[in-house]
């Protein structure tokens, strides 16, 4: 079975500060991470995802396989960036079985 | 594009009684997801339709939920009877090969009283 781990609740930054979401998983297979992301109000939404290796709003995330972490980070926080963060995995290689193993997310808040 | 749409966006029903919520995914999108999000715990998959087939229901908590997606487009989801256990945040999504990316809904969220 997966699991993906949030260790962090809350994340609290001021404006221009660097941001690390930290998330570590665990699966057997060859997974596909992502990050989706949920603005106040606003629906989930895809942030990034690991086989896309783009940089999105500023953020990137590393898929490391030997740590089984998928951190996602930003340079200098913005404060529309507060939201809560959600790391998900799915099963890279099955293509029938897509479901999403979500953590249990970190709410980013950036102070001024 | 339209997205993802549920209905309703909150139901609040009594110990017992029935509850049927909708999702209507993207137009031409064939996975469709239920996933739920119950007080304090993380967002659980519940199952995976392809078209109108159920792909995977294993994260079905038991036989008191019924999903259905009869044509291959909207899908419900019914709970009866409802429990309070069953109160939180129900949310759709839908993707399409080859990319897969999932588009979530709004979610219903439902109380159970």
Known sequence: AQRVTQPEKLLSVFKGAPVELKCNYSYSGSPELFWYVQYSRQRLQLLLRHISRESIKGFTADLNKGETSFHLKKPFAQEEDSAMYYCALSRLADTGRRALTFGSGTRLQVQP | ?113
């Not at chain 2, 998959?45 to 159920?54: N, P, R």
């Open chain 2, 1 to 113: 594009e339209a997205g993802v749409t549920q209905f309703p966006s909150h139901s609040v029903i009594e110990k017992g009684q029935t509850v049927t919520l909708r999702c209507d995914p993207i137009s031409g999108h064939d996975n469709l997801y239920w996933y739920r999000r119950v007080m304090g715990k993380e967002i659980k998959f519940l199952l995976h339709f392809v078209k109108e087939s159920k792909q995977d229901e294993s994260g079905m908590p038991n036989n008191r939920f019924l999903a259905e997606r009869t044509g291959g487009t909207y899908s419900t989801l019914k709970v009866q009877p409802a429990e309070l256990e069953d109160s939180g945040v129900y949310f759709c999504a839908s993707s399409q090969a080859p990319k897969n990316e999932q588009y979530f809904g709004p979610g219903t969220r439902l109380t159970v009283t």
